[in-house]
């Protein structure tokens, strides 16, 4: 059977919504912000250092490794996200998202169906991106026209993330 509409009349329900999403976010974000919290005074100390020695190939070879370790982050963002949204969206809660270990376990369960999601997910934000940056460039119309593509581009994303969770149902073991 399909699911009811959700009601919309009772607005503390959508504010709390709203507020365990931005904590989700946030809680994904946990490594990209210590990494630029701890790694910008690093960043200055290295490039320092190799700005001492004179010459661009020592200030890339010190930051090539920082470089890398961003990338990882990032990575690591890009693949916990999702799955703490849908487990949010699953059991009303925000607390699994605090467990790394569940996280990459759902994650691994479900395979490549999950990664195929979160690579169509990327694709969806590059073109928001896109779409933002040359609507943007447009005053009224821009914004007016961009306003229904993010709607869409971000229900398309989150009915591929949500079809993977319930395909794989068994799999992760929500039961």
């Given amino acids: ?12 329900d959508m ?3 709203f507020l365990k999403t931005i904590l ?4 994904s974000l946990i490594p990209v912000i210590l990494l630029f919290c701890v790694g910008g005074a690093s960043i200055g100390v290295m490039a320092g250092m190799a700005g001492a020695a004179g010459s661009k190939e020592a200030i890339v070879a ?5 470089f890398v370790l961003v990338l990882f982050v990032g990575l690591f963002y890009l693949m916990y996200l ?6 949010v969206a699953v059991f009303d809660t ?8 569940l996280i990459f376990r759902i994650i691994f369960r479900i395979g490549a169906p999950y990664f195929i999601a979160v690579i169509l997910w990327l694709c969806l934000l590059v073109i928001g991106g896109v779409a933002g940056a040359l609507l943007g460039k447009v005053p009224v119309a821009g914004a007016l026209a961009l306003a229904p593509v993010t709607v869409y581009l971000n229900l398309v ?11 794989n149902e068994d799999k992760i073991g929500w039961h």
């Fill in 94 to 101: 925000v607390l699994p998202a605090l467990h790394p270990i």
């Fill in 62 to 66: 010190a930051l090539g490794p920082l």
């Fill in 157 to 167: 994303s989150t009915y591929i993330l949500g079809r993977v969770c319930y395909e």
């Fill in 15 to 17: 504010v709390v919504t």
């Fill in 82 to 87: 999702p799955v703490c949204m849908a487990i």
């Fill in 24 to 27: 989700v976010v946030l809680i």
């Fill in 1 to 12: 059977d399909l699911p009811e509409w959700p009601d919309a009349t009772n607005y503390w």
